[in-house]
Nanobody
Framework: VQLQASGGGLVQAGGSLRLSCAASGRTLSNYALGWLRQAPGKERKSVAAISWGGTRRQYADSVKGRFTISRDNAKNMVYLQMNSLKPEDTAVYYC??????????????WGQGTQVTVSS
């Protein structure tokens, strides 16, 4: 599975961005998907995850109520809608995929990152 993330950019605090991740190579319908982020000097952490069927979602406490993960299996896409962005959301965001139904996911495949910068 190859994953390609896009949609990052520079936004003011309080603004919104929508990240997209396109998959190729295999259909994503049997994969759990997620978004992780890594800020400078910090470890990579999970932001949001969605099960292969879309029935389960998991969010980091820091983004609950502001971020929404979704998927479109027909298009082989996963999205992260980010609202009410804060400067502390600044990071490189990565999409990832795990084959199978284990929960929470332990990812097998990673895309390249997309930079999100939130100015105060």
């Amino acid at each position: 599975v190859q994953l390609q993330a896009s949609g990052g950019g520079l936004v003011q605090a309080g603004g919104s961005l929508r990240l997209s991740c396109a998959a190729s190579g295999r259909t994503l319908s049997n994969y759990a998907l997620g978004w992780l982020r890594q800020a400078p000097g910090k470890e990579r952490k999970s932001v949001a995850a969605i099960s292969w069927g879309g029935t389960r979602r998991q969010y980091a406490d820091s983004v609950k109520g502001r971020f929404t993960i979704s998927r479109d299996n027909a298009k082989n896409m996963v999205y992260l809608q980010m609202n009410s962005l804060k400067p502390e959301d600044t990071a490189v965001y990565y999409c990832a995929a795990q084959e199978g139904s284990a929960w929470p996911p332990i990812y097998d495949y990673w895309g390249q990152g997309t930079q999100v910068t939130v100015s105060s």
